[in-house]
Structure formats: C-alpha cells, structure tokens
C-alpha cells in the first residue's frame, strides 16, 4: 500500500495523475510473460472503473482489509478512502505524512500540479478527472488541518466544498 502511496504521489508531483486498480490473487511473471486472472481484473477495472486518478480495490482486497480493520490494523484505515460511488482507493496524499507528521511542502507540490494541469487542459472529459484531484487535495488537507505546519494557502480554492471522499475508518460498520 506504502509503494502504491509513494509512486502515485510522486508521479502526481510531475503532472502525471495516474490511476489503476489493486487486486488479490494469482498471477505468473517471468522474463517472458505477465498473466493471470487478477492481472485480467485490475486492467479491467482501471480501464472502466477507475475513471479519475485513483487506484482502486478490487473487492477480494476490500475484504481482506475488511477483516484486518476489525482486528486491529487501524492503520491501514487511514491508508484508504471511500469514494462517493462506493469504491475503496488508496489515499496517495497520505504518503506526504512520515513520522515528523504531513510535509506540507508535498502537498503544497501537489497543489501546484493540480492547478497547472487544470489550467493545460482543454479537453472536455479530462476536466472533471482534475476536479476530482482538487475535491481529493482539499478533503485531505480538511482532515490534517489541526496538524502542526498546516496554513489554509495549501487548500485550492473551491466554491464546491462539499466532499463524497470518506476516510475508510470513518465508514467501517457502515454498509457499502
């Protein structure tokens, strides 16, 4: 979850917002090949389901991390997030926060990369993916606002403020 985290934030930072799908289950790799149902699952979800720069769950990962949550790895709980359409993703954004707590530098980074992205873009259908990113960027920098170092520059101005972004720990016991 940490290497997604990294490489997805990283990637975002250099205006690159990708997205893709995570899976549980078998699959073969050599020099020569990759292939396997899972492999099969996650290209289908990144395709069609994933839509925004997000890297979905697929639901055998869902479940796993489901009953991790009810033992006691809370901290896999703040590592993901629910969306409004009911899918888990990785909370990437979380991977700007280390032991000394959330560097606000990244995150002032990301802030940046969003915007000039938004400003590049042209094309109709690509705009609601960078929306996305803003309400995500925002929704983040909500839950960390009482963090040492946090400065209300770092949010993007929004008049649409409501968020359909749910930290995972805030959902479990709730259905869906």
């Not at 893709?20 to 699952?41: K, N, Q, R, W, Y």
Request: with cysteine; aromatic share 10%; glycine share 8%.
């Amino acid at each position: 979850m940490r290497c997604v985290q990294r490489y997805q934030l990283h990637m975002a930072l250099r205006g690159f917002f990708v997205r893709g799908a995570m899976t549980l289950g078998p699959i073969c790799l050599t020099d020569e090949i990759v292939f396997g149902s899972s492999l099969i699952e996650s290209y289908v979800l990144e395709s069609k389901t994933s839509i925004v720069p997000r890297v979905i769950l697929t639901d055998s990962l869902q479940e796993l991390l489901a009953r991790a949550l009810t033992s006691r790895a809370a901290v896999v709980a703040d590592a993901i997030c629910r969306d409004i359409d009911g899918w888990w993703f990785v909370n990437y954004l979380q991977g700007a926060r280390g032991p000394g707590g959330v560097d606000w530098e990244l995150i002032e980074r990301h802030k940046t990369s969003v915007m000039e992205s938004l400003m590049k873009t042209t094309e109709h259908d690509v705009l609601p993916k960078f929306g996305w990113s803003c309400r995500y960027h925002n929704v983040f920098c909500h839950w960390h606002r009482h963090d040492p170092g946090f400065l209300d520059r770092f949010r993007i101005d929004r008049v649409d403020e409501q968020s359909t972004i749910h930290l995972l720990s805030d959902v479990v016991g709730q259905a869906g």
